[in-house]
């Protein structure tokens, strides 16, 4: 522990897309209780919010859902290409992380926030702790490529699943005679945790959730589509809009404007069974997903959120980074023809699956400051 610092610790989360806020919640919240025992090595804990998901209302409803202190710095990176948002990210987080010199630096999933902040802390010589490290799709599309560069610049890698564990490993992460004395740790899913802490108030939304859009529990199908590989192709798009518009169900689709527009473009090959609505808040979404039949999803938080609520899954991709969840029946890999889809839609999934916990106990986020008191820096 550096010798300025002995009265406390001073730790940055750098976050910039709802999945993330959903992942920093939880961190929030075991910060605080730790800060509340007698005692304690004081934790001054400071968020910088990189404006990655531009939605400034949609982002502040999150943060006021979930109880997330405000950010001490809102960088309102926004839209643009993979380059361009980079560079404002690292242009507008650098000065900020030489000034301060957090003791660490938590980076979460999987976003371009999240590669940022890991190369930042690697140039600034700054310890960073990667919260969801050693998952892998095996795939070449940007979140693989961020979450490898990430694990690889951390110095603390906390990982979500005993295959999570593994995979680091097999890339010579935190082994005995890793040069860069990187560590590992399984703590669990730090989401689980966040759908613990708020499952009873997502409950309360689903009524009014349900009667706003004319639905009934457990009689619609959820979708949700925000992957470049299926959104920035329109034949792509198209194909998954046509499997799900033969559906049996209606479907409820929380869609971003630009997401909308494409959809009212495609209008003509739509039978109406579609219902595009705009992006849902936290507890909305949860309550959404507690009340469908079926989820089809290309997100991999969605994925895990179905698979705690024995909800079962679709995933609009040729692979997941979350395998687990179809190793034990509980989502099936709809790929991205339409009959592909529309086949894992209609084939059964394997139920009561949470017999299975590869994802811990859902105290994953006591676990990770734990793991960054034990592994103060040097």
């Known amino acids: 522990m550096c010798a300025e610092h002995a009265a406390g610790v001073r730790w940055t989360s750098i ?22 025992q007698l005692g304690s090595l004081p934790i001054e804990h400071s968020i910088i919010h990189t404006g990655q998901h531009y939605d400034r209302e949609l982002a502040e409803l999150f943060f006021s859902q979930m109880d997330i202190p405000e950010p001490r710095y809102n960088l309102a990176v ?4 993979h ?60 979140e693989e490529q961020n979450r490898i560069v990430s694990d690889h610049l951390s110095r603390l890698l906390l990982a979500p699943s005993e295959r999570a ?42 009524g009014p959730m349900l009667e706003r859009f004319n ?10 589509i925000h992957r470049a590989e299926n959104t920035d192709e329109v034949a792509q798009f198209r194909r998954i809009l046509d499997a799900a518009s033969g559906l049996d169900l209606p479907v409820l689709f929380p869609a971003h404007p630009r997401t909308q527009q494409m959809v009212a473009a495609l209008r003509a090959s739509l039978n109406g069974n579609i219902r595009t609505v705009a992006p ?31 909800v079962p ?16 029946g509980a989502n099936r890999i709809g790929s991205s023809t339409v009959e592909s889809i529309r086949a894992a839609v209609a084939a059964s999934h394997s139920q009561h699956w949470l017999t299975s916990t590869p994802y811990g106990d859902g105290t ?3 676990k990770i400051v734990s793991e960054l008191l034990v592994s103060a820096r040097n």
């Open 313 to 328: 899954c679709v995933t609009l991709r040729d692979k997941t980074e979350w395998p687990e969840t179809v190793a034990v």
């Open 215 to 224: 639905l009934t529990s457990k009689q619609y199908y959820l979708l949700t």
């Open 78 to 81: 926004g839209s643009g290409t």
């Open 15 to 36: 976050v910039g897309a709802r999945p993330q806020f959903v992942k920093l919640a939880p961190v929030c919240r075991a910060i605080e209780a730790h800060n509340r």
């Open 83 to 142: 380059g361009t948002q980079i560079a404002r990210m690292l242009e507008r987080i650098e000065p900020i992380l030489a000034t301060e010199r957090p003791d660490w630096i938590i980076i979460y999933g999987d976003t371009n926030s999240t590669l940022a902040g890991a190369l930042l802390a690697a140039r600034l010589k700054l310890p960073v702790a990667h919260v969801e490290a050693g998952c892998r799709s095996g795939d070449t599309e940007p």
């Open 364 to 366: 994953a986020a006591a």
């Open 165 to 206: 564990v593994e995979n680091l490993k097999k890339e010579g992460l935190g082994r005995e005679n890793d040069p860069h004395a990187r560590r590992v740790a399984m703590v669990g899913d730090v989401m689980y945790d966040a759908l613990l802490q708020n499952r009873r108030l997502a409950e309360q939304c689903a």
């Open 280 to 310: 849902l808040g936290y507890l909305e979404m949860l309550a959404a997903e507690m009340h469908a039949c079926k989820i089809l999803t290309d997100s991999g938080g969605v994925q895990k959120d179905a698979f705690y609520l024995e």
